[in-house]
């Protein structure tokens, strides 16, 4: 059974950072295109960045420049380095993975932005 176990999560201040990981079992990212996504209370999720298999990557608007994501091959990890961070990107932080057998979340991490 293939599971994605986040953490990281944390309340931190505005202008803070934070490092959120993503650890796989029964499924390798880099064979997968590997995500963060986030979900505010009242809000649909939606994409906060993505690294493909060959490594490139995407982010949202609203985040570029602020945060990256990367992966540890090795470890089977995935990161994402979150910089300047403001009240608006207070949300459940979920890792997603897809690959070929089908697609897989996380079960989600609390950022809480506030002063």
């Known amino acids: 059974q293939v599971q994605l176990v986040e953490s990281g999560g944390a309340l931190v201040q505005p202008g803070g950072s934070l490092r959120l990981s993503c650890a796989a079992s029964?499924?390798?990212?880099?064979?997968?295109?590997s995500s963060w996504y986030r979900q505010a209370p009242g809000n649909q999720r939606e994409l906060v960045a993505a690294m493909h298999r060959a490594g490139s990557t995407n982010y949202a608007d609203s985040v570029k420049g602020r945060f990256s994501i990367f992966r540890d091959n090795n470890k089977n990890i995935v990161y994402l380095h979150m910089n300047s961070l403001k009240p608006e990107d207070t949300a459940v932080y979920y890792c997603?993975?897809?690959?070929?057998?089908?697609?897989?979340w996380g079960q989600g991490t609390q950022v809480t932005v506030s002063s």
């Open positions: 997603n993975a897809v690959s070929v057998w089908g697609t897989y």
């Open positions: 029964r499924i390798i990212f880099s064979d997968s295109t």
